[in-house]
């Protein structure tokens, strides 16, 4: 039997601490998260990503009244961005939430769900793709490989014959 273990690298800084482009990519997340459609969460979250070409495309979480057809707001990002530019090269998402009910400082950490969908087109573009949350507070964390967030991923060489 052997024992293993796995490290997770994320750097915490503060607002004020981060470069223009990642403000600027946070502030994004942070008006789309007023575009949010949460009237059953009342949990406003909004992602904004950069692609390589510098354009920036932004998601916001859309609610169903059959609570699983809704969709979180990186997905809605990282879909639309794969629909209007399915060749670009995704440098970096940042996302953010503001809750109607609590006040939740800490970033926002992407759910499950979230992650393999990232985990998904960092394979498809064979490139790192930076995460920056943010939150209410002052704190906000970067992973410069999104993927380490979501170690023992599902991948698709579980899918390929012989
Ligand atoms: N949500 C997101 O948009 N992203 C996440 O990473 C976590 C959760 C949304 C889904 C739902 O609309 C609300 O937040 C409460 O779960």
Redo the contacts with the bound molecule.
Sequence with gaps: MAEFSITVKGLSLKKNELSKADAELLTRAEKASER?Y?P??Q?N?G?ALRLEKGEIIIG????NVAYPS???????ALFSASTTNPNEVVEAIA?T?RSKKLLHKDP????GN?RQVIAEYQNKQKRPIRLIMGGQGEEVWIFEDASALLPFGFEAEYLKGD
């Design positions: 949010a949460a059953y969460s949990f979250v992602a916001s979480n859309q609610e809704g969709l979180c707001a990186e997905r809605v996302v939430a926002l950490s992407p759910c979230c």
